[in-house]
């Protein structure tokens, strides 16, 4: 019988912007996920400090997703207080999700570096990953995990975990860094950020948007 896929798209969300979304909703349209789950970062160990807290950016994140009813939010991480590792939340999640394929989903950037993150081996006995990668660019030597790579998306279906499927959906080239630079210097680009999330960083003064120099808004 064919196994439910369970997506996790992680990330600091810092903030969440259109380019996250079309990722999240053109991989659960293509793979036919029944449950996607965007996953905010409390505190990413190879990453500096989020720019908003955990609060806000989880309150943007939960906006954004709202329209959809195919996208859900999972907080776990930010209920962390230490260091949040992929390792961890996998962990919890095959706990109480035993008979599901965990599907967690990356760009091929990070998959270039997975031999460095903690616990490499473990999380593919957790979870497969998902990997975004731009068409014609072949993915890295993954050393010992080659064997594990597959461009078959029927194989989340037959493997809990253990795969790393390659798909041909490239990343949005929408940048949250290049988003914060444009608040901070006053602009607010509506086009790049749900409707939702551009009215509450307005509200709320967020990455410097509205606040002049004595710090007035």
């Not at 896929?5 to 990722?23: A, C, K, R, S, V």
């Not at 999380?123 to 064997?147: K, M, Q």
């Not at 809990?160 to 290049?178: F, M, N």
Request: hydrophobic share 40%; proline share 8%.
């Amino acid at each position: 019988m064919p196994l439910r896929l369970l997506g996790l798209l992680g990330g600091t969300f810092d903030p969440i912007h259109n380019g996250h979304l079309q990722m999240a909703l053109e991989l659960q349209r293509r793979l036919g996920l029944e449950e996607l789950r965007l996953l905010p970062n409390r505190l990413p160990p190879h990453k500096p400090g989020a720019h908003a807290d955990g609060e806000q950016r989880l309150a943007m994140v939960r906006q954004a997703c709202a329209p959809y009813p195919q996208l859900s939010v999972d907080d776990r991480e930010l209920r962390r207080h230490q260091p949040s590792y992929t390792v961890d939340t996998l962990e919890q999640l095959r706990q109480e999700h035993p008979d599901e394929s965990i599907c967690f989903i990356i760009g091929m950037d990070s998959l270039a570096s997975f031999d460095r993150w903690y616990l490499p081996q473990r999380i593919l006995e957790l979870a497969n990953l998902v990997v975004c990668r731009r068409h014609g660019v072949p993915a890295p030597d993954l050393g010992d995990f080659n064997a594990a790579v597959t461009t078959d998306a029927r194989a989340l279906r037959r493997h809990r975990r253990g795969q790393i499927l390659l798909t041909d959906l490239e990343p949005v080239g929408l940048s949250s860094t290049a988003i914060r630079t444009a608040l901070a210097q006053g602009q607010l680009p509506r086009d790049h950020l749900p409707p939702a999330v551009a009215d509450y960083i307005a509200a709320h003064g967020l990455y410097g948007h509205g606040v002049a120099p004595n710090g007035r808004v």
